[in-house]
C-alpha cells in the first residue's frame, strides 16, 4: 500500500520528466524563451515561447484526461474540450487586455485575436483532420464513423460561420461598425445560447447519439490521484499564461522582424503550436481506427472554437472596453466557409479513406499560402 501512496506521490514530477515523455524535452524552451527575453532578442522570444507552449498544453491536456477518468465519460468529454481550447482562450484574453491597455498596440492585437481564433477552426478541420484521414486510411482501406453525432457538429459549425459571414456581408451595406459591433455582441450572445443548449442536447437528452463507449475497450486507470492531477492543471496553465503573455507581446516585433504577416502568424503558426498535443491525439487515434474519437476531437474542438471561444472572446473584449466584432477579413471569412462545406462533404457518406485526407491537406496549404501572401 505505501509504495502505491509512494508512486501517486511522484507523478507531478513524473509529469514533467523527459524519459517518461520525450515531448518534455521541449519544456527547455521554457528557460530559453526568458534568457532570450532578458537578452533582448525579440525574434528567438517570440520562437520559444511559441514553441515552449506546445509541452505545457500536452501536459494541460493530461491532467485534463486523469480528472477526466474519474470525472465520467461525458464531463470528462467536456472537460477535455474545454481544455483542449484553453490555450486560444488564454492567448486571445491576453492579446485582450493588452488591447484594452495599450492603446497603439490595440490594432495588432485585435488583428491577432481574430486571426488566431479563425486559425484554430482552420487547422482543426483541415490540417488534423485530414492527416487523421490519410493516417487512418493508409492503414484501413475505408473507415466508418457514426454520422448522427457528427451531422449536429456540421450543422453547429455552419450555424457559427452563418454568424462571421452576415458581419462581413453587412459591412459591405449601409451599416456603420457601430452596428456591426452591436450585432456582432447580440450575435454572440446567441451562439453561447446555442452551444448551451448543444450540450445539453449531447449530454442531458440524447446522450446515446454521442456514445463512444463501445470503441475504447480498454478502460484506462487513473494514473494520478485527483489532486495532483489538479496541481499539475494548475501549474501547466499558469506556465501557458506565462508563455502566452511572453508570446503576445513579442508577436508585433517578431512579425517584422521575419517579414512574416501578422495574420500569417495569428492563422497558421499560433494554432498549429497551440494545438500540437490535441493533434497528435487525434491522428494517433484514426490510426488504430477509432474514427468516432478522431472526429470528436477534430471537429468537436471546431465547434467550440465557433460557438464558444469566439463569442466568449468578443464578448470578454466588451466587457473590457475593446473593439472586437465578428467582422473578420473577406479572407478569413471565405476559407472558414469553404473549409466548413468542404469538410461537412467529405465526411457526407458516413465513410472515410486517405485521398479525402490529402483532399483536406490540400486545401489548408493553399490557405496558408495565401495568408502568406495576405
Not at 115 to 133: R, T
Amino acid at each position: 500500500m505505501s509504495e502505491h501512496i509512494e508512486h501517486h506521490h511522484h507523478s507531478v514530477l513524473d509529469a514533467f520528466n523527459p524519459l517518461q515523455n520525450r515531448l518534455n524535452w521541449l519544456l527547455l524552451a521554457v528557460p530559453l524563451t526568458l534568457y532570450f527575453q532578458y537578452s533582448g532578442n525579440v525574434e528567438m522570444t517570440f520562437l520559444f515561447s511559441m514553441i515552449a507552449i506546445m509541452p505545457l498544453a500536452f501536459l494541460m491536456g493530461h491532467a485534463t484526461e486523469e480528472i477526466a477518468l474519474r470525472a465520467g465519460e461525458n464531463l470528462g468529454g467536456l472537460l477535455n474540450a474545454t481544455f483542449g481550447n484553453a490555450v486560444e482562450i488564454i492567448i486571445a484574453s491576453l492579446a485582450i487586455w493588452t488591447a484594452a491597455n495599450n492603446a497603439d498596440q490595440a490594432d495588432v492585437m485585435i488583428e491577432l485575436v481574430q486571426a488566431s481564433l479563425i486559425g484554430s477552426i482552420l487547422g482543426n478541420l483541415l490540417l488534423v483532420l485530414g492527416l487523421a484521414l490519410l493516417w487512418g486510411g493508409y492503414k484501413y482501406q475505408t473507415q466508418t464513423f457514426n454520422q448522427e453525432a457528427l451531422s449536429i457538429n456540421g450543422s453547429l459549425l455552419l450555424l457559427a460561420v452563418l454568424a462571421l459571414i452576415i458581419p462581413a456581408a453587412a459591412s459591405h451595406t449601409e451599416l456603420v461598425d457601430e452596428n456591426i459591433l452591436n450585432l456582432s455582441r447580440y450575435a454572440s450572445l446567441v451562439l453561447l445560447l446555442m452551444y448551451g443548449l448543444s450540450l445539453f442536447f449531447q449530454f442531458k437528452t440524447h446522450s446515446h447519439l454521442f456514445d463512444v463507449k463501445s470503441e475504447i475497450e480498454e478502460q484506462e486507470e487513473p494514473k494520478m490521484t485527483t489532486k495532483d492531477a489538479w496541481v499539475l492543471l494548475i501549474l501547466a496553465t499558469v506556465l501557458v499564461g506565462w508563455m502566452a503573455e511572453v508570446l503576445v507581446h513579442s508577436v508585433d516585433e517578431a512579425a517584422k522582424g521575419w517579414g512574416l504577416p501578422t495574420l500569417f502568424i495569428g492563422v497558421i503558426l499560433l494554432p498549429f503550436f497551440g494545438n500540437a498535443a490535441e493533434h497528435f491525439t487525434a491522428v494517433l487515434v484514426a490510426g488504430k481506427d477509432k474514427m468516432d474519437l478522431s472526429l470528436a476531437i477534430a471537429i468537436g474542438s471546431s465547434v467550440q472554437i465557433a460557438v464558444f471561444v469566439a463569442p466568449l472572446m468578443v464578448l470578454f473584449a466588451w466587457v473590457m472596453g475593446v473593439d472586437i466584432s465578428l467582422k473578420f477579413g473577406i479572407l478569413e471569412t471565405a476559407a472558414t466557409f469553404m473549409s466548413v462545406l468542404v469538410a461537412n462533404f467529405i465526411l457526407n457518406d458516413g465513410k472515410t479513406n486517405w485521398l479525402e485526407g490529402v483532399m483536406l491537406l490540400a486545401c489548408y496549404v493553399i490557405l496558408a499560402l495565401s495568408f502568406l501572401e495576405a
